[in-house]
């Protein structure tokens, strides 16, 4: 299944272990900024307290590359029921005899240690589909920087003074009011998904051909300023726009708005990471649920794109008729193509990173806001759960919405043009956004 051609043994070894050690770095910037005290709060129920996810990357990181791949004896198999996701909600962890701060992070720590050992040896370069490529490093690096999001969803739901930071994004490039507002995607085939890139995890597999119709897709993500339109027209206060769904949810708990932000006075402020400002016009919106982004769409006169929309427009070069790596091309993301990694902590202005756009001109389709697509979280045709089935295949269905494009939030490592998010559609803590889309008029 991972076994396609590649770099060389050693230059596999090095990517996994750049990829680990980064998301190491990041980890402990996030779990090192506030006291012990911040680390065991919950500071929200929809969130696990930050020391549970640190352990949890550990214990992951334990099972996977230290027994399953290097064969050692485990270390601390007692805490595995104790960060097992999928045996207690998030709401119950405060009450789990959880490790303390300093046991968590000398438990990663020892952990991480014998786990580089175990990557020296590994075989990299044999016909076992886990170690294929470096695959196993690889599923547990981009595991660690999906904590290492989430961690940061908790450091913007928690109180209290900014414990982060960086610099500002950069801003939108002068031809960013000249740009289309939409852009034409031409209808046909096109290769979807992947069975090439060695680290994909298994939703994302296997490459299958799509046809997909003619359609008009948003140039940009929708601004925050395009959305208060919504809002001041009456967006939440008017049924017809929304899912019946979403307008239960809209009246059970009195929305109004993005969460995080609040009307005062004659302007809209927001809460971002310990500060209040005011609501930039220029960014895209964030923290906006599958229900509200659809709302939007309806009141716009258009719809969410689907999944399969979204990757052609992201992916599809009609000059070649292949589908790239990412909007540019085949390169890895770097700083003047994307928002990508916590560089910043926010989005970059609508219109930004030029040197990132798809074939076709569209923009921001990796980085700055995970954006919402209309299609449910579905397997690919062929799809095969590997290594285990509670990564993807347990969330199959209508449940789910997915999301594509990653967020300024997520590493490189974890976000592709192939890469698949999935959420429930009354989510808005996450970093999502969305842009809309709609059909092309027949000739």
Not at 283 to 297: F, Q, R
Request: include cysteine; aromatic fraction near 10%; charge should be negative.
């Amino acid at each position: 299944m991972h076994a396609a051609p590649g770099p060389r043994p050693e230059a596999q070894r090095q990517r996994a272990a750049h990829a680990l050690l980064a998301a190491r770095e990041r980890t402990q910037a996030l779990t090192g900024c506030v006291d012990e005290h911040e680390l065991t709060a919950q500071h929200s129920p929809l969130m696990s307290p930050l020391v549970w996810d640190l352990a949890h990357i550990g214990n992951q990181e334990e099972q996977w590359l230290l027994r399953t791949v290097g064969g050692r004896d485990a270390l601390r198999p007692e805490i595995d029921s104790v960060y097992d996701a999928f045996a207690h909600p998030r709401a119950d962890r405060p009450a789990l005899p959880l490790l303390s701060p300093q046991e968590a992070h000398g438990y990663v720590a020892e952990v991480r240690g014998r786990v580089l050992d175990v990557l020296e040896h590994a075989p990299v370069d044999g016909a076992d589909p886990l170690l294929a490529g470096g695959f196993a490093f690889g599923m547990i690096a981009q595991h660690e920087q999906q904590h290492d999001e989430t961690m940061l969803i908790t450091h913007q739901l928690r109180q209290g003074p900014a414990a982060l930071t960086a610099p500002e994004p950069p801003r939108a490039e002068p031809d960013a009011a000249l740009l289309p507002p939409e852009v034409l995607v031409e209808g046909g085939p096109f290769t979807m998904g992947t069975s090439t890139e060695p680290w994909a995890l298994d939703n994302e597999r296997p490459a299958h051909p799509r046809l997909v119709p003619s359609f008009f897709i948003d140039t940009v993500p929708v601004s925050n300023g395009a959305y208060l339109q919504f809002i001041e027209d009456g967006g939440y206060d008017e049924p017809r726009w929304w899912h019946p769904e979403g307008w239960e949810q809209v009246r059970r708990h009195e929305l109004a708005a993005p969460l995080f932000w609040r009307r005062e006075g004659g302007s809209w402020i927001r809460r971002r990471f310990g500060t209040v400002e005011p609501v930039p016009p220029e960014e895209p919106v964030l923290h906006v649920s599958w229900y509200e982004a659809a709302a939007y769409a309806a009141w716009a006169g258009r719809r969410l794109p689907t999944e399969a929309e979204w990757e052609k427009a992201a992916r599809h070069d009609p000059r070649t008729d292949r589908s790239r790596r990412y909007p540019w091309g085949d390169e890895d993301p770097s700083p003047d193509v994307a928002n990508l990694g916590q560089r910043h902590l926010r989005p970059a202005p609508v219109g930004a990173y030029p040197g990132g756009a798809s074939p076709l001109g569209v923009r921001q389709l990796i980085g700055d806001v995970w954006e919402w697509t209309a299609s449910d979280f579905l397997p690919y045709p062929g799809f095969r759960a590997f290594p285990y089935r509670e990564y993807s295949e347990v969330f199959f269905g209508d449940a789910h919405k997915v999301l594509r494009g990653g967020s300024f939030a997520v590493d490189p490592v974890a976000c592709r043009g192939t890469f698949r998010n999935w959420d429930l559609p009354v989510r808005r803590q996450i970093f999502s956004g969305f842009r809309t889309a709609r059909d092309a008029e027949p000739v």
